[in-house]
Structures are given as structure tokens and as C-alpha cells.
């Protein structure tokens, strides 16, 4: 993911209407009248699913009510494939690549529908033995680039797939994972679960590739030609589905920009790529001078690693190039370097190369051991 927001599109708060994903029409995404009435993480709904290719397997979909960045309730969902044939098998939670703000995007959808790139993915847990949850962790509006919520919607769906009692999961071991946008995501389940969910047990939490500091990513964009500025413009709009009242983007949008919008309000990743790589924000945006909004700036620091306080206290192993120019280094070494001064017992790859998705390749295999090492209960390697 290159999760870069346009920060370029931000300006001082006025009225916003920001424009939402067409609501799934399945009644199962709908969330019932008393959802504010139940605890976060608590189950709403469960159904069986065909799994399609995913031989060998057996789907079921989850509904719980989640948080948002507000505090407010909404519901979350996430999908399970389970390893036929095998009982109480340890968990992964994979938050997959989304990079997206249609919700035909999302994991629950994408799984099937061939959006979701890194699906293939999801058969190596199952090679395994093991169970794999896959939430939708940007939310009901498909809130991309709101990295503290899909922290919260990650926890939320381990607690809520943990209470269903045909799937056997209450007990076994559980690992977080994810790579780049979804690596941001399992990042933040970690550092937020000690406050949010600190009943919720689990193994380890596996990250790569994460985008540690928006505001950072945000000014390097700017206004200029970027091969990732779909990605980056879709954060943004992602950000204003999430903050409203903060980032009223659209609000500073020019008749080009408004029109990119609506164009892109539904799309996946390989589109907003594609449409976006002829683009840019000067383009877009009503004027220049929009990259002073105190606001913005809260907005992007909340939901960057690098300036939040929580600290991890389960096994956690991070993976980052040195020279990534879509997701920084700096600031990934940056939390490293807190989190163990903190105590937390980390370990940190970093990888001598540049090019992002390269990186997610190079990693994986130390990664996957990291989680199989942790599920035999190998002792921790040397950390920090």
C-alpha cells in the first residue's frame, strides 16, 4: 500500500459533505438498532459462506461492533476460512492489502470478486493448518489512510471470531499480520490492544512495510507528479469519510478534483492506480496554499505510529527497506527504537531495498518463520 494522504487538499475547516461507498446491499453489512447497546467486539451476526477456490476450506463471515475514530459504534465485519478437518487451529488475523474506498473492496467481498491481490495468500495459513480472519478493517465507509481505526475494527474481529462457538477459536494461539497498508493496520492493533482490548490474548503481531508517519508522506507528495497519487487521493478522501467535521478535502477541491472524486468513490486499487498515475494534486486542488490547516496536522498525527504512545507488550516483529520511497524508514526506526527503550520485546529486519513491494517479498519468509516459531512456543530470538 502506499498510504501517502494528500494533505495538499486540506485547508482550514469550513463545511464538508464528503462523499461515502455505495452501501453494500446484502442485509448482512446492515447493522442492527441496538448495535450502540453491545460491548466492542461482540458478535451481531455469523453465516456460513461457499469459499470458492479456496479448496480445502470452510468460510464463514462475522459481523461485530466495532469502534471508530470518534468513539462512536459502528459495525465491523471479517471473514474466516477455516482449515477443513481440522479442530481448535491456531488463528492468523491477516489485514490484506485494501488500498481501496469501494467497498466491493473489501476482504468480505474481494476474496472472491479477484480485487484482492494478495488472496492468494491467505492459502499459506491454510497449508498450515491454521485459521485465517480477514476483516475489513477501513470500516463501514471504507474509511482508507484512517490507520487508528483499522487498529480498533483488527481488535475487534480477533474478539468477535474468539465468541463464535462452532468456529472453536476461543482458545488457541492468535497472530496479527500484515504488510504495508495492512502491515499499518496490525501495527496499530498492537500498540492500541494493551488500552483497547487488553483481555484479548495473543501470540505475536507481524508487520512490514508500514506507513509510520502520513503527515511526513503527505508533504513529500505535494503538489507534484507521483506514480502512487490515485493511492494518495484516496487517502485523503478516506480521511474525510472519517474526520468530516476536520477535513472537509472536498471543500477544497476545483471541478477537475470533485469529478476525480466521483469517479473513484466506489474503486479498488489497480483502478485508483491506473487513473491516478496521469494525475496530480495541483490539478485538483482549488488552490496551493492549502498545506497549513493545524487540523489536518492532528488529524495526520493521530493516526501515525510515530507519534502515538502505546507500546506493544506481545511479540512483535517488523520488517522495513531502508530505502522504501512510498513508506519511510525513518520513522518505522523511529518506533523500533521507542517500543524497545519501552520494554517491548521486538524484532526489526530492515532490508537494503528500495522498492516497496519488493520489500513485502524479501520478508515474508522470515516473517511466516517468526509466526511458526511462536506457535510451536520457540523462545523469543534476541530483540532489539
Same mark, same amino acid.
Request: hydrophobic share 40%; proline share 9%; net charge negative.
Given at each position: 500500500?502506499?498510504?501517502?494522504?494528500?494533505?495538499?487538499?486540506?485547508?482550514?475547516?469550513?463545511?464538508?459533505?464528503?462523499?461515502?461507498?455505495?452501501?453494500?446491499?446484502?442485509?448482512?453489512?446492515?447493522?442492527?438498532?441496538?448495535?450502540?447497546?453491545?460491548?466492542?467486539?461482540?458478535?451481531?451476526?455469523?453465516?456460513?459462506?461457499?469459499?470458492?477456490?479456496?479448496?480445502?476450506?470452510?468460510?464463514?463471515?462475522?459481523?461485530?461492533?466495532?469502534?471508530?475514530?470518534?468513539?462512536?459504534?459502528?459495525?465491523?465485519?471479517?471473514?474466516?476460512?477455516?482449515?477443513?478437518?481440522?479442530?481448535?487451529?491456531?488463528?492468523?488475523?491477516?489485514?490484506?492489502?485494501?488500498?481501496?474506498?469501494?467497498?466491493?473492496?473489501?476482504?468480505?467481498?474481494?476474496?472472491?470478486?479477484?480485487?484482492?491481490?494478495?488472496?492468494?495468500?491467505?492459502?499459506?495459513?491454510?497449508?498450515?493448518?491454521?485459521?485465517?480472519?480477514?476483516?475489513?478493517?477501513?470500516?463501514?465507509?471504507?474509511?482508507?489512510?484512517?490507520?487508528?481505526?483499522?487498529?480498533?475494527?483488527?481488535?475487534?474481529?480477533?474478539? @468477535?471470531?474468539?465468541?463464535?462457538?462452532?468456529?472453536?477459536?476461543?482458545?488457541?494461539?492468535?497472530?496479527?499480520?500484515?504488510?504495508?497498508?495492512?502491515?499499518?493496520?496490525? @501495527?496499530?492493533?498492537?500498540?492500541?490492544?494493551?488500552?483497547?482490548?487488553?483481555?484479548?490474548?495473543?501470540?505475536?503481531?507481524?508487520?512490514?512495510?508500514?506507513?509510520?508517519?502520513?503527515?511526513?508522506?503527505?508533504?513529500?507528495?505535494?503538489?507534484?507528479?507521483?506514480?502512487?497519487?490515485?493511492?494518495?487521493? @484516496?487517502?485523503?478522501?478516506?480521511?474525510?469519510?472519517?474526520?468530516?467535521?476536520?477535513?472537509?478535502?472536498?471543500?477544497?477541491?476545483?471541478?477537475?478534483?470533485?469529478?476525480?472524486?466521483?469517479?473513484?468513490?466506489?474503486?479498488?486499487?489497480?483502478?485508483?492506480?491506473?487513473?491516478?498515475?496521469?494525475?496530480?494534486?495541483?490539478?485538483?486542488?482549488?488552490?496551493?496554499?492549502?498545506?497549513?490547516?493545524?487540523?489536518?496536522?492532528?488529524?495526520?498525527?493521530?493516526?501515525?505510529?510515530?507519534?502515538?504512545?502505546?507500546?506493544?507488550?506481545?511479540?512483535?516483529?517488523?520488517?522495513?527497506?531502508?530505502?522504501?520511497?512510498?513508506?519511510?524508514?525513518?520513522?518505522?526506526?523511529?518506533?523500533?527504537?521507542?517500543?524497545?527503550?519501552?520494554?517491548?520485546?521486538?524484532?526489526?529486519?530492515?532490508?537494503?531495498?528500495?522498492?516497496?513491494?519488493?520489500?513485502?517479498?524479501?520478508?515474508?519468509?522470515?516473517?511466516?518463520?517468526?509466526?511458526?516459531?511462536?506457535?510451536?512456543?520457540?523462545?523469543?530470538?534476541?530483540?532489539?
Amino acid at each position: 500500500m502506499l498510504c501517502t494522504v494528500s494533505v495538499c487538499l486540506l485547508a482550514s475547516p469550513v463545511s464538508a459533505q464528503p462523499l461515502y461507498p455505495t452501501p453494500d446491499p446484502d442485509p448482512f453489512y446492515h447493522p442492527p438498532a441496538e448495535l450502540a447497546e453491545l460491548k466492542p467486539g461482540q458478535v451481531v451476526r455469523v453465516r456460513t459462506i461457499d469459499t470458492g477456490l479456496y479448496v480445502g476450506t470452510d468460510g464463514y463471515q462475522v459481523a461485530f461492533r466495532s469502534t471508530n475514530s470518534g468513539g462512536h459504534p459502528i459495525m465491523g465485519v471479517t471473514t474466516v476460512l477455516m482449515p477443513r478437518g481440522v479442530k481448535n487451529p491456531p488463528l492468523v488475523s491477516y489485514q490484506a492489502l485494501v488500498n481501496s474506498l469501494g467497498s466491493q473492496c473489501n476482504p468480505s467481498r474481494s476474496l472472491f470478486n479477484g480485487e484482492l491481490q494478495d488472496a492468494v495468500g491467505a492459502m499459506l495459513p491454510i497449508g498450515r493448518g491454521w485459521a485465517i480472519s480477514l476483516p475489513d478493517y477501513l470500516g463501514p465507509h471504507v474509511a482508507y489512510g484512517a490507520a487508528k481505526l483499522s487498529g480498533m475494527v483488527t481488535l475487534d474481529s480477533v474478539r @468477535a471470531v474468539r465468541q463464535v462457538a462452532e468456529l472453536g477459536l476461543a482458545e488457541v494461539p492468535a497472530v496479527l499480520a500484515g504488510y504495508s497498508g495492512g502491515g499499518m493496520a496490525t @501495527a496499530w492493533a498492537g500498540a492500541l490492544q494493551p488500552t483497547y482490548a487488553p483481555e484479548l490474548r495473543l501470540t505475536a503481531v507481524v508487520a512490514g512495510g508500514i506507513p509510520a508517519d502520513l503527515k511526513e508522506m503527505a508533504f513529500a507528495l505535494g503538489f507534484d507528479p507521483h506514480p502512487g497519487f490515485g493511492l494518495a487521493f @484516496a487517502a485523503a478522501m478516506g480521511l474525510e469519510r472519517e474526520y468530516p467535521d476536520r477535513l472537509p478535502i472536498s471543500d477544497q477541491l476545483n471541478e477537475n478534483g470533485l469529478w476525480f472524486r466521483d469517479f473513484t468513490k466506489d474503486a479498488c486499487r489497480r483502478f485508483l492506480l491506473f487513473h491516478g498515475i496521469t494525475r496530480n494534486a495541483e490539478q485538483l486542488a482549488a488552490s496551493k496554499d492549502m498545506m497549513n490547516s493545524p487540523e489536518a496536522h492532528a488529524v495526520l498525527r493521530e493516526n501515525s505510529l510515530r507519534f502515538h504512545d502505546g507500546v506493544p507488550t506481545v511479540p512483535t516483529f517488523l520488517w522495513q527497506g531502508r530505502f522504501d520511497t512510498m513508506t519511510f524508514f525513518g520513522p518505522v526506526q523511529e518506533v523500533v527504537n521507542r517500543w524497545c527503550a519501552a520494554g517491548a520485546p521486538i524484532t526489526f529486519h530492515p532490508y537494503d531495498i528500495a522498492e516497496h513491494l519488493t520489500t513485502a517479498v524479501v520478508g515474508f519468509p522470515d516473517a511466516w518463520a517468526y509466526v511458526e516459531a511462536r506457535f510451536r512456543g520457540d523462545p523469543l530470538p534476541a530483540t532489539c
